[in-house]
């Protein structure tokens, strides 16, 4: 199972961007999400999807941010509007293949599978 994120960049503040995630191998997701590191500072979720469709977000990115995920193509994206340089982390996609309870899916402690991280340079 391989997991790998794509569209990372630098944009100045206000602008957008759209992450992807591509999974190949075989892997039932029950949850997948978006997590990001900004240097010197720990994981922190981001955004997740639950195979019931139900999402979570941190509430540093309501309203900015929109988790989806195209099941055809096996792919999760994130699209971040109204970017901040607070956002600017590398930005990592994972998969879960437990059921989480909603509160549980920002939890990097749940998530199996981690792909290798696309940075996120936002300047003001």
């Known amino acids: 199972v391989q997991l790998v994120e794509s569209g990372g960049g630098s944009v100045q503040a206000g602008g957008s961007l759209r992450l992807s995630c591509a999974v190949s191998?075989?892997?039932?997701?029950?949850?997948m999400g978006w997590f990001r590191q900004a240097p010197g500072k720990e994981h922190e979720g981001v955004a997740a999807?639950?195979?019931?469709?139900?999402?979570s977000y941190a509430d540093s990115v309501k309203g900015r941010f929109t988790i989806s995920k195209d099941n055809a193509k096996n792919t999760l994206y994130l699209q971040m509007n109204s970017l901040k340089p607070e956002d600017t982390a590398t930005y990592y996609c994972a998969a879960d293949v437990q059921w989480e309870e909603m509160t549980r899916m920002l939890e990097t402690a749940v998530y199996d599978y981690w792909g290798q991280g696309t940075q996120v340079t936002v300047s003001s």
């Open positions: 999807i639950r195979s019931d469709g139900s999402t």
């Open positions: 191998g075989y892997i039932y997701s029950n949850c």
